[in-house]
């Protein structure tokens, strides 16, 4: 089943605007990951977020967690057209017994040139 | 090593045929992960092993899927009796043991049952 669920669906917006995207989960969860995933290709990994870390920034990327309202951001700042991407969260609930990552479907960002 | 690798690309098949894929992870990565993605959707997880031994597997893993991980190293997901849902892109992820670590995943292998 889905856990994560990325907020919006789709995003466009100009090269240099920063870009925002939103991930919400139900359940208690030991980290929480967002990757990248450019179209017909693997998932990169971009950032992993602990369950007692609230910020953290990797270049242009960074991302919050929020473990009370269960949710997580990830912002792209100055972005470029080669951002253009689907980007997903996954919660790793390893502490609840479950060795796995659980993604989300996904937010597809488009940066126009 | 080079980052996980699988194989075929792509594969297309006739219905009710068998198929096999192959996935090479980092070489010391003790645990593999299969995931399948269907147009539109994340990646949901099918299968997952550390070292040879499969340690969980999905509802989504029908009695037709199979997958091994022989000493540890490579491993096989099979198919059998394909039907036209099973069209989708196959995703295999490593990762090493312990701590917090993200996945490394291959390019995948789409397949198309027709």
């Known amino acids: 089943s889905q856990q994560g669920e990325e907020d919006p669906q789709a995003l466009s917006i100009q090269e240099g605007e920063n870009a925002t995207m939103n991930c919400s989960y139900k359940t208690s969860i030991n980290n929480l990951q967002w990757y990248r995933q450019n179209s017909g290709r693997g998932l990169v990994h971009l950032i992993l977020?602990?369950?007692?870390?609230r910020e953290k920034h990797s270049g242009r990327l960074r991302v919050t967690l929020d473990t009370s309202k269960k949710s997580s951001s990830l912002l792209i700042t100055a972005s470029r057209a080669a951002d253009t991407a689907s980007y997903f969260c996954?919660?790793?609930?390893?502490?609840?017994?479950?060795?796995?990552?659980?993604f989300g479907k996904g937010t597809k960002l488009t940066v126009n040139p | 090593d080079t980052g996980v690798s699988q194989d075929p690309r792509h594969k297309i098949t006739k219905r009710g045929q068998n198929v096999t894929f192959r996935c090479d992870p980092i070489?010391?990565?003790?645990?593999l992960y299969w995931y399948r993605q269907t147009l539109g959707q994340g990646p949901e997880f099918l299968t997952y092993?550390?070292?040879?031994?499969?340690?969980?597997k999905s509802r989504l893993l029908s009695d037709r899927f199979s997958a091994e991980r022989p000493k540890g190293s490579f491993s096989t997901l099979e198919i059998q009796r394909t039907e036209q849902g099973d069209s989708a892109m196959y995703l295999c992820a490593s990762s090493p043991k312990g701590g917090d670590y993200g996945y490394t995943f291959g390019s995948g292998t789409r397949l198309t049952v027709v």
């Open positions: 977020i602990r369950s007692n870390e």
């Open positions: 996954a919660t790793d609930r390893s502490q609840g017994g479950s060795e796995k990552l659980v």
């Open positions: 092993f550390q070292n040879e031994a499969q340690l969980e």
């Open positions: 070489s010391e990565h003790n645990r």
